[in-house]
């Protein structure tokens, strides 16, 4: 299945949806009445007495389906002769591996990437051995360990948004969404370290700047004037 329209198709793919009735829907619907209080510290934090496996596969799916839609705003300028190889910056470029059908990294546009990319995440996601969506079922024990590899991996998508398209975003008046995504993001990479520092580099001051503005008790407000003096040149 692919992703976003390599043929001329240019709409993102229909989100992931987790069958109601369910676990993992319970927490859903938790997790949203969460976000809506506007507090994203308190809002990644496990629920007091849930399994933290069920946690990390709601929250899986949404930043799947929050990526996706997002990407989904800049695919018409996100193409191989605008972006020939998936990067974030100069310093750093990104290669296609899967183990599977690219057994050794090999390079492609970033557009190429981001279809590989949710392609590979979404054939996770709907696999029942993976991330169960039945009560009773247990999940692998290589779970954390595939989430944090996912997790990685769409972390490359918002930095590249931020490098290569963040003028675009703020003209199609999408700056907002993509901010407040990308705080929610890194609170909860951060709360259940599911990446490692090295990978966050790309957009490692813009992190900081977040992170620290937060701890310092200043409103949960995303510094617009460092987004634009760095992304926007």
């Known amino acids: 299945m692919s992703f976003f329209g390599l043929k001329g198709n240019k709409t993102f793919k229909p989100k992931r ?34 399994d933290m496996n069920e946690w990390l596969a709601v929250n899986t799916v949404d930043f799947f389906n929050q990526i996706n839609m997002l990407y989904g705003t800049i695919t018409e300028f996100c193409t191989p002769s605008e972006c020939p190889v998936m990067s974030a910056g100069p310093k750093y470029e990104y290669h296609w591996c899967d183990g599977v059908q690219f057994k050794k990294p090999v390079k492609v ?41 996912i997790f990685k991996r769409l972390f490359r998508v918002y930095a590249h948004i931020y490098h290569a398209h963040f003028p675009k975003i703020v003209a199609l008046g999408e700056e907002a969404h993509l901010n407040t995504s990308f705080k929610h993001f890194v609170f909860f990479v951060q709360e259940f370290a599911l990446i490692d520092k090295k990978e966050l580099a790309p957009l490692e001051e813009l992190i900081k700047t977040l992170t620290n503005e937060n701890r310092a008790g200043a409103p949960e407000l995303f510094p617009k004037e460092v987004l634009r003096e760095r992304y926007t040149k």
């Open 17 to 50: 949806n987790i069958p109601e009735g369910t676990k993992q829907y319970q927490l859903k619907k938790y997790a949203e009445a969460t976000l809506g209080s506007g507090n994203l510290r308190l809002a990644v934090s496990l629920p007091e007495g849930e």
């Open 109 to 149: 546009s970033a557009p190429e990437y981001v279809d590989y990319l949710m392609t590979w995440v979404q054939a996770q996601l709907d696999d029942e051995a993976i991330f169960p969506s039945k009560i009773g079922v247990p999940f692998p024990k290589s779970f954390p360990g595939i989430v944090k590899n």
